[in-house]
DNA sequence: CACTTTATGAACAGATCGGTAAACATAGTG
DNA sequence: CACTATGTTTACCGATCTGTTCATAAAGTG
């Protein structure tokens, strides 16, 4: 099978698209980028936004995928895995190119609730919170729907608290709270 | 005095770029929605970014005017002031213009860690976290900049998820989370 | 009244935007 | 070999981008 180069350029294009946003990047700069003709980008997309939405796509595959894995590596117990979410988001914020959550800013640029890309977005959080709400059933805690989706709220306060105030340690932050919420969660 | 061409430009400026983003609208929209001529704009501002920075200080100003105000009106103990605060934000989320935290689209937007923007944005956020830092300490709650980290990762978290995941209240998933928290730093 | 300030509309740069067309190169397949 | 699929380069389209120019209108001040 041919190398395709479909996915090269959906591989490329979201390094491009993560580091200096949507509506910045215009297609020259993303076939500067890749190196990847802008035909060639055409005969694989009819538009920009499907190159964005397929971007999103594997994004969402890649970022579910690794924290998933890393949880698990990091933790054998539920209890242990919903705290290593926060120790795998330390190890994330501390890479040089930490960016912050790319769905947050996908959406911060398109707002209309009912946008492909908006809407793309929020199935990313709704999936990262019914696999938390999965573990919380596994460790037998209280309201394991309502615990998920305070763990979302840390998980997401972390990202932005990162990405906007540079000096501390919002991941451990987190954790400490999260900490709190599960021990509440146990009795 | 005149009314102030310039202030009333950046009134109109603020929601139209909290409404449509700040790549996405261009300056001629501007001219449309504000009723401003171009002209006008350019004698008072050098560039877009001046009239994007000047509407960021309007909105730092009114934001933690209003949070600030609404706080201190639901609650008159320090504690019960920092619950308030997701009280608030209940309110503010369910406004039918919210589109989020302006800052945290601008600092989406304008990425570069030294980008004017970028670092306006951080300063709004460390505003809020001292002047919660100070509510704690005036609560008497141990580890009190601790706690304002942690209930401003609960108040970005839950804008994010009201952003992202429209059907749920995460105003009072964070507020029930606060709870715990300053519960647990009463002691 | 004259004078200055402030604002306006409309046209216009020069660059960049998303997207297309046409001619050509390359490589795998029969 | 011929054929097809996939890629490239280059130039181009009309629209829109930020920002400027200029002539003109209106309003406050002496």
Redesign the interface.
């Known amino acids: 099978m041919r190398p395709n180069k479909r996915d090269e350029l959906v591989r490329k294009a979201l390094d491009v698209f993560y ?3 949507f ?2 990047t215009g297609m020259d700069k993303l076939v500067a980028e890749t190196g990847i003709s802008k035909t060639s980008m055409y005969k694989h997309f009819r538009t920009k936004e499907d190159i964005i939405l397929a971007t999103l796509e594997l994004r969402d595959t890649n970022f579910r995928g690794w924290l998933y894995r890393q949880v698990e590596t990091l933790a054998d117990t539920p209890k242990g895995q919903l705290l290593a979410i926060f120790d795998a988001l330390e190890d994330w914020f501390s890479l040089p190119e930490f ?2 959550c790319m ?3 996908a ?3 398109f ?1 209309e ?1 009912d946008h492909p890309v ?1 809407l793309q ?2 199935t990313h ?2 999936l990262l ?1 019914e696999h938390f709400t999965e573990t919380a059933k596994a460790a037998g805690l209280l309201n394991p729907e ?1 615990l998920a ?2 763990l ?10 990162a ?4 000096s ?1 340690n ?1 991941a451990m ?2 954790k ?2 999260a900490t ?2 599960i021990e ?1 969660a146990s009795r």
């Not at 979302?152 to 608290?161: H, P, T, V």
């Not at 990405?163 to 540079?166: A, L, S």
């Open positions: 580091a200096n946003g509506h910045a960016r912050g769905f947050i800013k959406s911060a640029e707002q609730r908006h977005s929020s959080k709704r919170t309502n989706r305070q979302m709220i840390l998980k997401e306060g972390a990202i932005i608290m990405v906007m105030c540079h501390e919002p932050d987190a400490a709270a709190a919420l509440a």
